[in-house]
Nanobody, 120 residues
């Protein structure tokens, strides 16, 4: 059994910053790619940022140079530092971790989501 807990969302004024966190717990053998997605009302969930087990990162064009994804393998955690926030960043943010729980089982797990609101 694996649980993901994401946190750090809130209400922030345009230009402000937030840091999202997501920690995994339970029966974990290895964690591979870690990702952050977001979903605004009436839109599809979109990939915001991803980081591989080796530390390579990629970002959606809309957040490049403003957001930074990082991971702490010792804590089974992934972070998203969000700077220069804009109203269009308003969404529920979800972490998504690719986890192996035993030698036969590897799949992606989702966090419960954390709301980020940037008023216009």
């Amino acid at each position: 059994q694996v649980q993901l807990e994401d946190s750090g969302g809130g209400l922030v004024q345009p230009g402000g910053s937030l840091r999202l966190s997501c920690a995994a717990s339970g029966s974990i053998l290895s964690i591979y790619d870690m990702r952050w997605y977001r979903q605004a009302p009436g839109t599809q969930r979109e990939l915001v940022a991803a980081i591989t087990s080796g530390g390579s990162t990629n970002y959606a064009d809309s957040v490049k140079d403003r957001f930074t994804i990082s991971r702490d393998n010792a804590k089974n955690a992934v972070y998203l530092q969000m700077n220069s926030l804009k109203p269009e960043d308003t969404a529920v943010y979800y972490c998504n971790l690719d986890i192996r729980t035993n030698w036969a089982t590897r799949r992606a797990y989702w966090g419960q989501g954390t709301q980020v609101t940037v008023p216009s």
